[in-house]
């Protein structure tokens, strides 16, 4: 029996016909005007399918930035949480991992983000502050 895999593409811009241009970031700009890129090629034959548009950068106001979230950063929050000797033991095994596919800080961002949802939020929960945790409660003190 045949395995029958299928490639899928993701495109990087979307077409906007009524206003006649086409939209992409500005991260992926920059990677077009690299000849002979990936990007080059796609921006290349979306223009040549549709002559005369133009090109649009959009932002992506959406995305959030974590420019202070450091993996100190990251230590110091999980201290604060219950379980937090397991999660800080996990959190070394996420880095040493990470660091192994020469990405550490984006792939133990990731964990972080998707293991503590609730730091995204930009206010202290009633489950932070009834945490069984006492060192919690010693730094908001501080905090305070």
Known sequence: MKNSTT???????TID????????????????CKVGSPEYKELRNAM?????YSINIVSNDTK????ALTIERMR??????ANSEK????LDRVIKVAEAKGAKYPLTKKWFL????????NEVSEEELNSNDT????????AS
């Open 7 to 13: 490639k899928t593409t993701k495109t990087h811009i």
């Open 17 to 32: 016909f009524g206003e006649t241009s086409l939209n992409m970031t500005k991260s992926f700009y920059k990677k077009a």
């Open 48 to 52: 040549k399918e549709n002559e005369g």
């Open 64 to 67: 959030r930035s974590y420019r």
């Open 76 to 81: 110091e929050y999980i201290k604060t949480q």
């Open 87 to 90: 999660n800080l033991a996990t």
């Open 114 to 121: 998707e293991t503590f949802p609730e730091y995204k939020e």
């Open 135 to 142: 060192s919690s409660i010693n730094i908001m003190k501080k």
